[in-house]
């Protein structure tokens, strides 16, 4: 391999990786608040790239208003989804909710198929995304350049709201103990909303930036990345901001270096045995805490 | 003044409060005294609608705040220094007075009463930057207190605060409930020390299996034959 490859495989990864991050802050931001898995996430990823066919595809929206909407859309429907599948599970036992989230997957799934069909359809051509552009040797679309700078400005500004601002101390505050938040006056449930719109907000950026480079969607093109961002989120430690980014970059490159030295149809088997490896060695993942039960 | 009648409460099939009627007027400190299960931490807490109430009313200076959500309890002037401590382990000290203070908007007022906290605990000041989750119990309990201070409460409830601390940190503890009373705020107290409960007491509530079997001065509960068996060990 020479360098100039080796550094654009690198690039590849990162950004790959970054897209992965994005995407796994949603699973770990919930399971934080909730000890929920929300294995619907994934198929909200899919369905904002739905969204964006619809409004460019369907309505010839330019590209940046369409952005817009598809943001706007996946952030309602994860909130509906929290509002109508676990907010009246709130008391019921953690396994209630959790198939209840599964239950939300597969309902997104079909009523995907129902709607688009399973017939892949392919995502909207962005422009400026899709400009390639060279930085010495290695040349790169803008797509896979900024997804990065994106990852890395997006990671940084949710760790401050969550360090600095009201709101985040209230998420820290409820995601130890949603009794004792109560009776400081905060209401747990803007706080899991508020969580929702974060967690969708990136996956709905990381859906963009993900299918940009590639063919096409279809109904189950949620599943996997999905269950890599959820791997991501373990090995990270869940409930960890910082553990999930490591995660989906730490996945995101090795997935691309596999890929780089032909060994393909290995790249999506290695998540699973991290997955595996994580669990046996170190089940709190990289940041994880203690598995401690919530009070 | 608080004032509550005739409150019941279940849990499932459990009828755990059956009848619950009492009073904390302006200026006092109120005790709650009982033996374990008899209902206490149910009182506070249904006043403060985390659980739900079946029957009664709950008035907090002429309003009746029976079906008021819990943010607007404490909007009313009620806070809760809930039973065992409960603080926010990741949150720093001055992180968990800032929480306290949620529902406030006047930052002059919000820094007046930080300072006072320091002032009441400064064991808290010293230890202001660091996490609550690694202070010992007795800090911690000073912090629970001044956390639950911060929302500025004419009433401050608190389920037994000397709970697992040392005989020393309770004489501490007591001292500052007393100070806290002085400063204006209403206390109703809930406690196991049945003895130290009752000295600091205006007037007390004794609680058996959901309901009010006796009350009155913290004296006339001190001196009485029954107290003395069942809650003294005498
Ligand atoms: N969440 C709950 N679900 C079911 N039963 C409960 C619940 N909380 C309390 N109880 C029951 O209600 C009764 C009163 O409990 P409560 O906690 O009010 O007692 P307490 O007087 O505070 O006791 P202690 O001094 O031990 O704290 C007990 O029998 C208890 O088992
Ligand atoms: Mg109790």
Not at chain 2, 161 to 174: H, M, N, R, T, Y
Request: hydrophobic residues 50%.
């Amino acid at each position: 391999m020479t360098l100039t490859a080796f550094f654009q495989y690198c690039l590849v990864g990162i950004s790959i990786g970054g897209i992965y991050a994005l995407i796994a802050i949603g699973y770990t931001m919930v399971y934080g608040i909730l000890r929920l898995i929300n294995f619907a996430h994934g198929d909200i990823f899919m369905m904002a790239a739905y969204f964006m066919i619809f409004a460019m595809v369907d309505f010839m929206i330019p590209w940046y208003i369409s952005m817009i909407i598809m943001i706007v859309s996946t952030i309602v429907l994860g909130v509906v989804i929290e509002k109508l599948a676990y907010k009246p599970l709130r008391n019921a036992p953690r396994m209630s909710i959790m198939i209840s989230a599964i239950g939300v997957s597969y309902l997104l799934q079909n009523l995907a198929t129902y709607l688009f069909s399973a017939l892949p359809k392919q995502y909207p051509q962005i422009p400026i995304l899709n400009k390639t552009i060279t930085i010495g040797e290695v040349s790169t679309s803008i797509a896979t350049f900024i997804t990065p700078i994106i990852t890395i400005v997006f990671v940084v500004l949710l760790m401050m709201l969550i360090k600095y601002t009201k709101v985040g101390m209230a998420m820290r505050a409820v995601s130890k103990d949603f009794e004792t938040a109560q009776l400081m006056g905060i209401q747990i449930n803007n706080v899991i909303t508020v969580t929702f719109i974060i967690g969708c907000f990136l996956a709905a950026v990381g859906s963009m930036l993900y299918f940009t480079p590639r063919p096409s969607v279809f109904p189950l093109a949620g599943s996997l990345p999905g269950l890599k961002c959820f791997i991501a989120a373990v090995f990270g430690g869940i409930g960890s901001i910082p553990g999930a980014v490591l995660g989906g970059l730490i996945i995101g490159i090795c997935e691309t270096f596999i890929k780089a030295f032909g060994y393909s149809e290995f790249s999506d088997v290695f998540t699973f045995v991290l997955l595996i490896a994580v669990l046996m060695i170190k089940p709190t993942g990289l940041f994880g805490e203690k598995m401690a039960e919530k009070v | 003044m608080l004032s509550i009648k005739d409150l019941h409460v279940y849990y499932g099939g459990i009828h755990a409060l059956r009848g619950v009627s009492l009073e904390v007027p302006d200026g006092k400190i109120i005790s709650l005294i009982g033996a374990n299960g008899a209902g206490k931490s149910t009182t506070l807490k249904s006043i403060m609608s985390l659980v739900a109430k079946t029957e009664g009313s709950v008035e907090f200076d002429g309003v009746d705040i029976t079906k008021y959500p819990t943010r607007n309890v404490v909007k009313t002037g009620i806070v809760l220094c809930p039973e065992g401590r409960r603080v926010f382990p990741d949150l720093t000290v001055a992180e968990n007075l800032t929480v306290g203070a949620y529902l406030r908007k006047d930052k002059e007022g919000i820094k007046a009463d930080r300072d006072w906290v320091y002032e009441l605990f400064p064991r808290m000041k010293e230890r202001e930057w660091q996490l609550a989750g690694t202070l010992s119990g007795g800090e911690q309990q000073m912090l629970a207190v001044g956390r639950a201070l911060m929302s500025r409460p004419k009433l401050l409830m608190m389920d037994e605060p000397s709970l697992g601390l040392a005989p020393l940190v309770v004489k501490d503890i007591f001292a500052i409930i007393k100070q806290i009373n002085e400063a204006g705020v209403n206390v109703m107290l809930i406690e196991q020390n049945a003895k130290a409960a009752l000295e600091i007491a205006d007037f007390a509530y004794v609680m058996e299996t959901g309901e009010i079997t006796m009350s009155g001065t913290g004296k006339e509960l001190l001196a009485s034959d029954e107290i003395r068996k069942a809650y003294l060990g005498e």
